[in-house]
């Protein structure tokens, strides 16, 4: 089974549903049943991949569920025969049912979702590897599970402060077809070693599960205790103003594709004249964004256009796509005090 589609089903089954106003066969339609909440869907995960009988505590602390809260998605499980409780007592144990039917076809699943993560990575350390650079080291963040960035792979890159800008370059010009192979859209974060230091002190961020994709472990790079982060000054304030602003700018470009899709090739045409005399830093931003533009669903980039993370925070600041906004449609979405009122300004026949 083709890993897009794989991962695509596995998306749309953890998606919660609302129930149904008619009921279906559970004969003919058994994966209602089976996929009908994010908790079942997890706990069919760990049984199917343990492959061995487990307590309830085990199963929770697996499934980074709550104890008591696993049980009704069990006893709906249990119900369409595809688990089964083993011994007696309060010390019962609980695994996957074999004789079911879909039994197999689940273990297949779960594998093969696991699978196009490790594929992914593979192709991360292959590519860098390829690298004709001197890079100290490379991982990736343990996937966020959030709404805004799903989808969203970090790449972390430590490298001499010369070869950073080299190996940006590098890596926009051969990640595109990595993330459209994998349906996954990486960002970039460049660090040197005493950025890095920084980083690790003053942000939440977590060594110890990064994903090593080449070069010397992070966590060997840094030596010290992180103290809490330090309070906002004058000038992050003033920052914090201005990102603001530019969300609204990105709101109202969204609001518009989602109205004409045929925008995003505009943009891309306009990013492409841009970046004949931008500067060298500039024209590495641009080239992010023609990335971005050429591998996202237009559904993704409006998501991405005004999501929260720090690689859309940052490319904002770039926004290349203000021309699809005239001069009188910008001064009204700037002048907005809320997401509504941007729509608005923009969206008004």
């Not at 066969?25 to 869907?41: H, I, K, N, Y």
């Not at 077809?177 to 939440?204: G, M, P």
């Not at 992050?236 to 709101?251: I, P």
Request: net charge positive; charged share 25%; glycine share 4%.
């Amino acid at each position: 089974m083709h890993l897009y589609f794989i991962n695509y089903m596995c998306i749309i089954l953890q998606t919660p549903m609302r129930t149904p106003r008619l009921r279906q066969s559970r004969l003919l339609q058994p994966l209602d049943e089976l996929f009908g909440t994010p908790a079942s869907v997890r706990l069919l995960r760990v049984l199917a991949l343990r492959r061995t009988s487990l307590t309830a505590g085990e199963l929770a602390r697996s499934a980074a569920l709550g104890r008591t809260s696993i049980y009704p998605a069990l006893r709906q499980l249990e119900r369409a025969g595809i688990v089964e409780f083993v011994g007696a007592g309060a010390q019962r144990l609980i695994q996957l049912r074999d004789r079911h039917p879909l039994s197999p076809i689940l273990r297949d699943l779960f594998h093969a979702e696991g699978g196009r993560f490790e594929a992914l990575t593979a192709a991360l350390r292959e590519l860098l590897a390829d690298l004709p650079h001197l890079l100290t080291s490379a991982w990736i963040d343990e996937p966020a599970d959030d709404a805004q960035g799903a989808e969203n792979l970090r790449l972390y890159v430590v490298a001499p402060p010369e070869e950073l800008e080299p190996i940006a370059d590098f890596l926009n010009a051969h990640l595109a077809k990595v993330e459209r192979k994998y349906d996954v859209q990486i960002a970039i974060q460049q660090l040197t070693r005493s950025e890095l230091e920084t980083l690790h002190k003053t942000s939440s961020m977590n060594l110890n599960t990064a994903g090593l994709i080449a070069g010397v472990p992070p966590l060997a790079l840094v030596d010290q205790p992180r103290p809490r982060p330090a309070a906002k000054d004058s000038t992050l304030a003033s920052h914090d103003e201005h990102d603001v602003r530019s969300r609204k700018l990105a709101l109202a470009i969204a609001a518009k594709i989602k109205r004409d899709p045929g925008l995003i090739a505009m943009a891309e045409e306009q990013v492409k004249t841009r970046a004949q005399k931008a500067s060298s830093r500039e024209r590495r931003e641009l080239t992010e964004w023609l990335r971005i533009l050429s591998t996202m669903s237009p559904a993704q980039l409006r998501r991405f256009l005004v999501e929260n993370s720090e690689r859309a925070t940052r490319l904002r600041q770039t926004l290349p796509a203000l021309r699809l906004l005239s001069p009188g449609e910008r001064e009204a979405v700037i002048r907005s005090r809320t997401d509504a009122e941007v729509v608005a300004a923009v969206t008004k026949p």
